[in-house]
């Protein structure tokens, strides 16, 4: 079986982890998969650690990002008898594709993979400003992609719910299912780390909410922060939280801001953390599983989709609510100065033994074996 999976970017992303290592997996157990994006971005070093060379379709990644979506050139030679589509974008190209194949005597199901209902993730798409003006044209456009795509999969319930809330959906519910982005695995039992060191980690996008929470939970915290993240240079919200932290810094506040880690390096970030803080929401949040998957205890937003993986009793202790500044700032400290690290880390590494790469995948080809059967 071909299967063509389609991401935007090739930068550092959740949505393009996932991509990556469904790929990687998929051709494991046998099936042709190649991944296609979009535009040509940095290139994670994830891609050529997996042995992935994905194939662009703008190799200018400033006059691709002006005109996806208004155009895309599918220079596309193989025939896939499956296409993943991640996210709107995406979705687009997979139908252009879908409708070119037709041409061809060829049906070609598609699986649309929403991780952001809504979301148009290409910055600086004349297209996507479009949509942001007009709102009700992209609402139209993500309701024909749902309806078109012969199964839906989101990322979490909340990402179900939110998809539900913004489209009509009783007619289609029963095409679309929840496959949590778990690309984790978790580290073996004897390298969970029980003697912590004395930082706080935050893991993802710098102009992410979280950032400017973190701001101010640091302005009252005295503890040293690790910021592993990423931000496009042009982006003025990346810019904004980058000079946030720096006038901390130069007030004397112990943060260090790591761009772009390894997997490596983020691993032994997540080991050796004394606890992972996200206070912002995320439709599901796959850099907190990552660190749970390394011991590390984590503190995030309670509307982030991975807190529908915790145990309750879990969920109560390790979910807050993203605004209450003062909350985070005093669970810190107690998780701290009681010394719950290493037992909520290795709580929450059990977790990730019933949620990882392994359960995302036979999810993942279950699902494309009953679209095959059902075209």
Not at 45 to 51: H, N, R, T
Not at 90 to 116: G, M, W
Not at 256 to 265: E, G, L, N, V
Not at 268 to 276: C, D, N, P, Q
Request: proline residues 5%; positive net charge.
């Amino acid at each position: 079986m071909k299967v063509l999976s389609i991401i935007h970017a090739t930068q550092p992303g959740g949505v393009q982890r996932v991509g990556a290592v469904e790929t990687t997996m998929l051709n494991k157990f046998g099936y042709e998969t190649l991944l296609v994006s979009i535009l040509k971005t940095h290139e994670w070093g994830i891609f050529k650690e997996l042995g992935i060379k994905p194939i662009y379709l703008f190799n200018s990644e400033a006059f691709g990002r002006l005109i996806s979506g208004l155009f895309f050139k599918i220079n596309i030679n193989t025939k896939p008898d499956i296409i993943i589509a991640h996210n709107n974008p995406c979705a687009q190209v997979a139908f252009k594709l879908k409708r070119k194949l037709e041409k061809e005597s060829k049906n070609t199901p598609v699986i649309f993979y929403l991780h952001d209902s809504l979301v148009y993730p290409i910055a600086g798409s004349l297209f996507g400003e479009i949509l942001r003006i007009f709102p009700q044209i992209f609402k139209k456009l993500e309701y024909k992609h749902l309806k078109e795509s012969e199964i839906v999969l989101v990322n979490s319930e909340v990402s179900l719910n939110r998809v539900m809330r913004n489209h009509c959906l009783k007619n289609l519910s029963e095409k679309i299912s929840i496959l949590y982005p778990t690309t984790n695995m978790p580290i073996p039992k004897d390298r969970v780390v029980r003697d912590k060191e004395e930082y706080i980690l935050i893991v993802g996008r710098m102009d992410h909410e979280a950032s400017y929470n973190i701001y101010k939970i640091m302005k009252i915290l005295d503890y040293p922060l690790i910021v592993a993240g990423y931000g496009h240079p042009y982006n003025p919200k990346f810019k904004k939280v980058l000079k946030l932290f720096k006038i901390l810094m130069k007030k004397g506040k112990d943060i260090k801001i790591i761009f772009s880690p390894s997997d490596t390096q983020l691993i032994e970030l997540y080991r050796t953390a004394s606890l992972f803080i996200y206070p912002g929401h995320e439709n599901f949040n796959m850099s907190a599983i990552e660190a749970m998957s390394a011991g590390c205890p984590i503190l995030v937003a309670d509307t982030s989709g991975v807190c529908e993986i915790l145990p309750q009793k879990l969920r109560e202790e390790l979910c807050m609510n993203k605004n209450n500044i003062k909350l985070w700032v005093e669970r810190i400290q107690e998780i701290i100065r009681s010394d719950k690290s290493y037992e909520l880390g290795k709580k929450c590494w059990k977790v990730t033994h019933r949620y990882n790469l392994n359960t995302h995948i036979d999810k993942l080809i279950r699902i494309l074996r009953e679209v095959i059967l059902d075209v």
